[in-house]
């Protein structure tokens, strides 16, 4: 199947599991029960920054599958493309509103879901001081746990900030990652669509810091693309799904950077096999330049370990 | 923007034709008038005067009226015979020119005129010629490949040398059909033998030899016009220049340069920055010598130079109108006879340089190669002292000109190309990210859009159209010649213009700092087009006929166009014709040329003088070959 087609399978997917949830949903809790992330004052953060529209009981939420549908026009070219791709971003965060409106608690640790305000007030200054000079994002599942551990403690001792999804989660945990906001590691779920928290970040950046205002979508994504220096990498096997998720990154500016072979887009979309090279070609994808002094010390040394704490028995 | 931004290309020209109703000066459109209805034969292919007992002229309709010339010849065997003499004509074009450059490089010495100005280009020529090339001098390097190039022309035995640049899958496609060129002249000899009175009768016999001998201009003549040309005046790399006759200087001594061959135009540009011209110029009351391109010998010069284009084709008269032109130089090719009796209306000096192309009442100062630089200053002189002749009050110089950025040799492309390339996954210097994006689909093909102007059409309108549908719809366009000026005067050349193209196209035009419409040069230089294509084929490891690629001359009016076209079909290209060619006289000929000739090379012709519905025919077939193809 052609990249594009792909892409369209995976929205298409995206929109009937987001319109079927809803359905149960509503059927469960009515129309007006409350939909709402915790700690945000932006509502649905993607669908605000879209269409300026704040989203608050399920019943809106059908408004919203309709914006999703429109998005996914399946005509062979660059913009449809990425438009099916915020159309599954959108998706996304349908699924995961629905999540929290359903259960007070959807995640629990280690994993975050919902990133609130306050952390990324908190993100805000060190994003545009350079001191973390990029937002990674690891997805999938890589071969062993080893090479996960790698891959991250490398992001994190560089002074990036890392977001996992899926299951190298569970890698990176075997993997003795020491994980939370202070060691800039944040798991955010183990479903794909709770990819959906850090493109809030994002967007809600663009928001926040750069003022954009809600609705105007093509400002948004002008902030995201010249102001958060975020990539992706997607590890193992890529459904039609995840692949329509990075055609979202792609849309709002983020590079793709994955294990798998996929048609190569210059920049945007690169196959890097070897693991070992993931982070620099990720670095570079993005135009991430790190000015390090390496220590010669037999311990990672980074801010992004300034707020470790020494348990008793480390 | 997008109105604004392109139709001021035309503006101008209506003023310039009032002007010569004024001043009592004949145009083209003169003469297109007075040619009345053009004959139905002729337009049909269907007249043929190749003997004595002729000439003959055979009915369009079968069943019909005359059906055979006296010979017994049918409307198919002369449509296909007129149209194999014009591949002949077109190849003989092509290849005299690349003959004068080959010579050139024979000749060139270190304190010579003519040096080796790209060593890597003459050394990577000379490895794939097996040419020895340790511990010796680089002329004598230069003078050998030189005289290997000289024999490409007239060698007795094999086929030519540079076919193996192709991709091996089309190298097939030619050895399966036959049609391998041997020698480029002994091609062009075959074919006047064959078209003789009572020799080839058979027309799928005729298109066969016409596409043997057109595949001995693009991948003999032309290329060897290319690359000798780069290596002799160095490979274009991308510069600024500006197009239109607003580029002519009241101030200045305007010089016309128009033509074909650079071995002429790069003197002259030398010649004219010499302190000794300058100061003439000075003396005779100007403010300098301003030197401005028309036709291939312009884009030649704007390439390497960026020396300014005055126009196209169609604007050689215009040009004159002008009353702003001190001299128009010319060599060979697309050159009006016309020119003669119309600068006669003003003080322009018409100089002929060629002992191929001299012109009844034109100034013939003939250049010599030998003696290069000081014959290029006689002629520079000749221009600078007409300066004093010029009539002010006949002078108006349209006020028309846009910025635009050439010299993308398939050389500058890859390297533009290596901005994208992420160090940690690839190698620098290969055409991997082009052929990527068109397989991701982020641009749906590429589109090479060259040839003439022809009062047929609107002039540059067909051009201008299909180029703005074709970015829009995300397709690459890469132009030479006639159309390239075209899109240079409508600045389409600019980096700004990616705003006119589709998401992916302005994507890939932001990422590889390039602008949406490529100029890679003269009609010769078509050889550069046929290098990448293949290039991206073998990167894929496909053949160019399952590419999503195609060609289109627009506005075609030479000969050299229907060997180009030709060519380019025989390269497994598929390709669309604006105007439509004298062959319609034979249903045969029209079912090779735009049916079965795709079974023999993937490819086959399209005719459209519509260019909206051109466009869109050639976006449905670009989807066609992505889809045959998986991408």
């Not at chain 2, 600024?240 to 101030?251: H, M, Q, S, W």
């Not at chain 2, 034109?362 to 290069?372: C, G, Y």
Request: hydrophobic fraction near 45%; charge should be negative; proline fraction near 4%.
């Amino acid at each position: 199947m052609n990249l594009f087609q792909t892409i369209f399978t995976g929205s298409n997917q995206a929109v009937s599991a987001a319109e079927g949830l809803l359905k149960q949903a509503i059927e469960q809790k009515g129309r007006d029960h409350k939909v709402a992330f915790p700690d945000t004052a932006y509502a649905l953060p993607v669908i605000y920054a879209a269409t300026g529209i704040k989203i608050t009981t399920l019943g809106e939420l059908e408004g919203a599958i309709g914006i999703v549908k429109s998005l996914i026009v399946e005509e062979l070219q660059l913009t449809q493309a990425l438009n099916a791709g915020l159309a599954t971003a959108v998706a996304a965060e349908i699924i995961e509103a629905i999540k929290y409106a359903m259960n007070e608690t959807p995640y629990e640790a280690p994993c975050a879901g919902h990133i609130t305000d306050p952390i990324i007030r908190s993100l805000g200054v060190p994003l545009v001081t350079g001191d973390i000079p990029g937002v990674a994002v690891v997805l999938g599942e890589c071969p062993d746990s080893a090479t996960a551990a790698k891959v991250i403690k490398d992001y994190q001792s560089k002074g990036l900030l890392t977001f996992l999804v899926g299951k190298v989660i569970d890698q990176a945990i075997e993997g003795n990652v020491k994980m939370g906001l202070e060691l800039r590691v944040i798991p955010l779920g183990y479903d794909v669509t709770s990819v959906i928290h850090v493109v809030s970040v994002a967007i809600r950046a663009s928001l926040i810091f750069g003022a954009v205002e809600p609705g105007k979508l093509d400002k948004h994504m002008e902030y995201t693309k010249n102001r958060v220096p975020a990539f992706v990498n997607a590890f193992g096997p890529l459904s039609e799904l995840v692949v329509s998720a990075g055609a979202g990154a792609i849309a709002l500016g983020f590079p793709v950077i994955t294990d798998q072979v996929v048609p190569e887009v210059p920049t945007l979309l690169l196959t890097q096999k070897d693991y070992d090279k993931v982070v620099a070609t990720s670095l570079e994808a993005r135009g991430i330049k790190i000015k390090i002094t390496e220590l010669p010390i037999p311990v990672a040394f980074a801010a992004a370990f300034e707020g470790e704490r020494i348990r008793k028995d480390d | 923007m997008s109105d604004q931004f392109i139709s001021i290309y035309q503006s101008g020209e209506e003023q310039l034709l009032e002007k010569a109703v004024k001043d009592g000066a004949e145009t083209m459109w003169d003469r297109k008038a007075a040619q009345k209805t053009p004959c139905g034969f002729g337009e049909k292919g269907v007249c043929c005067r190749i003997c004595a007992m002729g000439p003959c002229r055979v009915s369009p309709v079968a069943g019909k009226g005359a059906q055979k010339g006296i010979c017994g010849a049918t409307a198919d065997v002369i449509v296909a015979r007129n149209y194999a003499r014009m591949v002949a004509a077109g190849t003989a074009a092509h290849s005299d020119h690349a003959r004068d450059i080959a010579h050139i490089l024979h000749m060139a010495s270190r304190d010579g005129n003519y040096k080796v100005r790209d060593e890597k280009k003459l050394m990577s020529l000379a490895k794939e010629w097996g040419v020895n090339t340790e511990n010796r001098d680089i002329y004598e390097i230069a003078h050998e490949v030189a005289e290997i190039a000289l024999n490409e022309f007239g060698k007795p035995f094999g086929t030519l040398k540079f076919l193996e640049r192709a991709p091996e899958l089309r190298q097939k496609v030619w050895e399966d059909l036959q049609i391998k060129p041997r020698a480029i002249d002994r091609e062009i000899a075959t074919i006047l033998h064959s078209t003789h009175v009572g020799c080839t009768g058979d027309a799928e016999s005729l298109v066969h030899m016409s596409m043997r001998t057109s595949l001995a201009d693009g991948w003999g003549g032309s290329m060897i016009g290319t690359e000798f040309s780069d290596i002799i005046f160095g490979t274009p790399v991308p510069r600024e220049t500006e197009a239109n006759l607003g580029v002519l200087d009241e101030k200045q001594v305007n010089i016309i340069l128009h033509g074909h061959e650079p071995s002429l135009s790069e003197m002259i540009v030398m010649a004219s920055l010499d302190p000794e011209m300058q100061k003439l110029a000075k003396e005779v009351g100007a403010e300098g010598i301003n030197l401005a391109g028309m036709c291939c010998t312009g884009n030649e010069v704007t390439m390497r130079h960026g020396v300014k284009i005055a126009g196209n084709f169609y604007q050689q008269e215009m040009a004159i109108l002008t009353g702003a032109v001190e001299a128009i130089i010319v060599d060979v090719q697309c050159i009006f006879p016309a020119l003669a009796k119309l600068s006669d209306c003003y003080h322009t000096k018409f100089i002929t340089t060629s002992p191929k192309a001299k012109i009844t009442g034109a100034t013939h100062i003939e250049f010599h190669e030998d003696n290069a630089m000081e014959s290029a200053k006689n002629i520079v002189k000749e221009a600078i002292e007409n300066f004093k002749n010029r009539k002010n009050e006949k002078v108006f110089i349209p006020e028309i000109k846009s910025n635009a950025v050439v010299g993308y040799s398939v050389e500058a492309v890859i390297k533009q190309l290596d901005k994208v390339v992420n160090p940690h996954i690839d190698p620098m210097g290969t055409v991997k990210p082009l052929a990527d994006v068109i397989k991701a689909g982020v641009l749906r093909g590429a589109v090479g859009i060259v040839g003439c102007n022809n009062p047929k059409s609107k002039h540059d309108y067909s051009h201008i159209e299909i180029m703005k549908k074709l970015i829009a719809n995300d397709v690459i366009v890469v132009t030479t010649g006639c159309a390239a000026q075209a899109a240079a005067k409508a600045g389409l050349l600019t980096k700004d213009a990616r705003k006119l193209a589709g998401q992916g196209l302005a994507t890939v035009c932001e990422l590889v700092d390039i602008p949406p419409v490529l100029h890679m040069g003269s009609c010769v230089d078509i050889s550069r087009i046929l290098t990448i294509v293949g290039e991206v084929a073998k990167h894929l490891g496909i053949d160019n006929s399952d590419l999503p690629v195609a060609g289109i001359a627009p506005e075609w009016m030479s000969e050299k166009a229907v060997a180009i076209a030709t060519y380019v079909i025989s390269s497994g290209i598929d390709t669309f014709l604006g105007i439509t060619p004298p062959v319609t006289g034979s249903d045969e000929v029209v079912d090779i040329l735009t049916n079965r000739v795709e079974n023999m090379t993937g490819a086959k012709f399209f005719i459209e003088e519509d260019p909206h519905a051109l466009a869109d025919k050639v976006l449905g077939r670009i989807e066609e070959k992505r889809q045959k193809l998986g991408i």
